[in-house]
Structures are given as structure tokens and as C-alpha cells.
């Protein structure tokens, strides 16, 4: 299935750990830790209910305390895209993960979570910007990719939007039990784009 069959018939569980996988790969342009968003990893993995938030909502709180130090119009005076969307992704994160609510924001966190990947993929210098928007929905109606470079689609991008889709399939297939997996599948990404972020800190001095 594509990326937005998968986002649309998932649920709660699979929408949270969806858009949590998202900003979890992008917290290298926030400046956090590896392990900043481990607490709320660990709340999809507990039973409270989920309209209530519980300790999800705690969690998310701690970190954007963590991980905000700057606000958005911080970010965007220092006129850096890739880390305003990524700020975004983590104020816009619902404190009850109410299937609508998880829904919306999961959607959103996977556009700019391959925004994020676009903006920052050498191969994509000189890209325009207004050829954004329609070029990843036709990306996020596409199956997954396969391994090696994808036509029409360059590297960061094409590794992300695997891992989108795998988390969710895993969450799918497997529930709670799927979580160790996509936090895995996560990690790697985060890895990724924190040597691109390196290279690209290391480009402008």
C-alpha cells in the first residue's frame, strides 16, 4: 500500500508511533539528544487510554521543554526551513492521542519529515522550492520504493519514505509488539540525517 493508505487506515497506536517516528528522525535540527524522545516511545507501549493522554502527555510536555530552547520565530529569523518544520512537528504534537487528533498530526509530521529530507539532500541543490508540495504527493501516493536509487526521487528522500511506510506496516501487522522494531527503523534514520546535518554544519564554516 502507499503512504497515505497506510496512514489512513491506521490506528491510534500506529498514528502516534508514525508521527513520533518523524520528529524522532529529526531531532538532530533541534538540537536534542538521541534519547530525548525515548519517554514517549515508552508511553505507546503502556495501555492508558489514549483520549486521556496520560502520560503522554507528560512526556511530550518534558520534551519540548528539552528540545524548544528557541521558539518558531527563532528559527524561522534565522531563515532555516528544514528547522522550523521540524519545530512545528513537535508543537503541533496532540497531548490526547485521540485517533483524529493522531490522525492529522501524523499526516502532517510525514510531509515535512520528507520536506526536511528534500531540503537537505545535496542532490536536491538548486531544486525549486515551489516544486515541493506537489512533488511529494506524488511520493506519498507511491508504494515503497525499492532499495538502491529510486527514479524521480532522490536518496535522503527515498530512505525516508521507506521508513515511513515501514513503521506503519509494522504497527499494522504487529501492534505493541512492533514498537522495539519501528523505534529500530527510527534510529537508523536519525543517524542518517544527523551526519547530513554534520556535513552540512561543517559546509558553512
Known amino acids: 500500500m502507499s503512504l497515505v493508505e497506510l496512514i489512513a487506515q491506521a490506528d491510534e497506536r500506529g498514528l502516534a508511533a508514525s508521527g513520533l517516528a518523524c520528529l524522532d528522525r529529526c531531532v538532530p535540527l533541534l538540537g536534542g539528544d538521541d534519547e530525548v524522545l525515548r519517554p514517549l516511545w515508552g508511553s505507546l507501549a503502556e495501555d492508558s487510554a489514549p483520549s486521556s493522554g ?4 507528560e512526556r511530550l510536555e518534558q520534551a519540548r521543554g528539552a528540545l524548544d530552547p528557541l521558539g518558531e520565530e527563532d528559527a524561522e529569523g534565522a531563515g532555516d526551513e528544514a528547522v ?22 501524523a499526516d502532517a509530521c510525514s510531509v515535512a519529515s520528507l520536506q526536511i529530507h528534500r531540503l537537505l539532500d545535496p542532490a536536491e541543490d538548486g531544486a525549486p522550492a515551489d516544486s515541493l508540495p506537489e512533488a511529494l504527493d506524488s511520493v506519498r501516493a507511491a508504494g515503497s520504493p525499492a532499495p538502491g536509487p529510486a527514479e524521480g526521487m532522490s536518496p535522503l528522500v527515498a530512505g525516508e519514505l521507506r521508513r515511513q511506510i515501514t513503521v506503519l506496516e509494522l504497527l499494522a501487522g504487529h501492534g505493541r509488539a512492533g514498537l522495539r522494531q519501528a523505534l529500530e527503523v527510527s534510529t537508523e534514520g536519525r543517524r542518517v540525517l544527523r551526519a547530513v546535518v554534520s556535513r552540512r554544519a561543517r559546509g558553512r564554516v
Not at 496520560?54 to 502527555?57: F, R
Not at 522550523?84 to 498530526?105: D, F, K, N
Request: proline residues 4%; without cysteine; charged residues 25%.
Open 54 to 57: 496520560g502520560d503522554w502527555a
Open 84 to 105: 522550523l518544520l521540524a519545530r512545528r512537528m513537535l508543537s503541533a504534537a496532540p497531548a490526547a492521542r485521540s485517533a483524529a487528533e493522531v490522525r492529522q498530526w
